[in-house]
């Protein structure tokens, strides 16, 4: 690996352990009590055990979404691998700014199992799209949902955020979808007004729908392409419910009583929705405050600190631990 990209990696890996750590930190100071300890020494491994049992049941489907995916190219992409891209790409969204690290070493791996570049960002991009696609379309409900049942300022105000965003980039894509040329003259002859990590934003998010137009364009004219398709649309679906079920799980696993499973999967898709235009890399810390934020309506706050981190281990840590794992093979 080049050695200048080597040092960037290490001081994203860093900025983002470091602003994880302190709101740990932190987050415990305020919320560990006497109440804490006891629930901890009651918790059984059984708990764990299954927490990665549906860790793992998600990552097998991500993989089998990324292989039917590349079947709509009639490429024959085998489970195990499509896991390792999925992983490796989990690990370098973790050290990188706006999570955007891993699409790049995705398409250098494939490119090693002879998938050209531009078929790789293809299906990685549809990739995101079956992901996210479905997050973004429950967020508007998920966001009436909870700003009629908050009075908390930190959460309205992540609220008000995420329609600010969710505006933007519908408003965005359809100009896009209907002006694609014109949308990247616009975009370049404002490009030296721009921040640059709101330039960076924008040439993303239109290239994404740009890619998008291209792809579904090509899946829906090839009858084997619209048949693997509608399976990865089903898979991603499944691979979407299992994920999220990550959080209630754990919140029920520490021995909250009554947990509403579809209220606290509700407050991870908002989390989905909103970290993924975190700077930080990884959205190192402000995914942990954001979730304790959220959290805090449906978790008690002597568990609040403890239920952060073991949300965010199986839902972020344990990918990126695996992705850093790999990547070391790889590159």
């Known amino acids: 690996m080049d050695p200048v990209l080597q040092r960037?990696?290490?001081?994203?890996a860093r900025i983002s352990a470091t602003f994880t750590v302190l709101v740990l930190l932190a987050l415990l100071l305020f919320t560990v009590e006497k109440q804490t300890f006891q629930v901890l020494r009651q918790l059984k491994p059984s708990v764990i055990i299954g927490l990665f049992f549906v860790w793992g049941l998600f990552v097998l489907l991500d993989g089998w979404r990324l292989r039917l995916i590349a079947q709509t190219g009639r490429e024959n992409l085998s489970l195990r691998r499509a896991v390792e891209v999925i992983l490796v790409g989990y690990f370098f969204a973790a050290v990188t700014p706006f999570q955007t690290g891993g699409f790049p070493f995705q398409i250098i791996i494939l490119r090693k199992d002879r998938i050209g570049p531009g078929r790789a960002m293809a299906y990685l991009a549809l990739r995101g799209i079956l992901i996210y696609g479905f997050v973004y379309l429950l967020t508007p409900f998920m966001v009436l949902r909870f700003s009629q049942s908050t009075e908390s300022g930190i959460v309205r105000l992540m609220l008000h955020y995420l329609i600010l965003v969710v505006l933007v980039i519908a408003l965005l894509g359809a100009f896009v979808v209907v002006r694609p040329a014109r949308s990247e003259r616009l975009l370049e002859r404002f490009r030296h007004r721009l921040p640059a990590f709101l330039y960076r934003a924008l040439r993303?998010?239109?290239?994404?729908?740009?890619e998008f137009r291209l792809i579904f364009g090509n899946v829906l004219r090839d009858p084997h392409g619209r048949k693997y398709f509608l399976y990865a649309t089903v898979v991603s679906v499944a691979?979407?419910?299992?994920?999220?079920?990550?959080?209630?799980?754990?919140?029920?696993?520490?021995g909250v009583e009554s947990v509403n499973f579809l209220t606290v999967m509700g407050i991870q898709v908002l989390l989905m929705a909103l970290l993924l235009y975190i700077p930080t890399p990884g959205a190192g810390g402000v995914a942990e405050m954001g979730?304790?934020?959220?959290?805090a309506l449906v978790c008690p706050k002597y568990l609040l600190g403890v239920y952060v981190i073991l949300w965010r281990f199986f839902t972020f840590y344990l990918l990126a631990i695996a992705g850093g794992i790999l990547a070391l093979k790889e590159f």
Do not use: D, Q, T
Request: proline share 3%; no cysteine; glycine share 10%.
């Open 8 to 12: 960037r990696i290490r001081r994203g």
């Open 204 to 210: 993303f998010v239109i290239s994404e729908v740009e």
């Open 239 to 254: 691979a979407l419910v299992v994920y999220l079920s990550l959080a209630p799980l754990a919140l029920y696993g520490l």
């Open 291 to 295: 979730g304790a934020a959220l959290f």
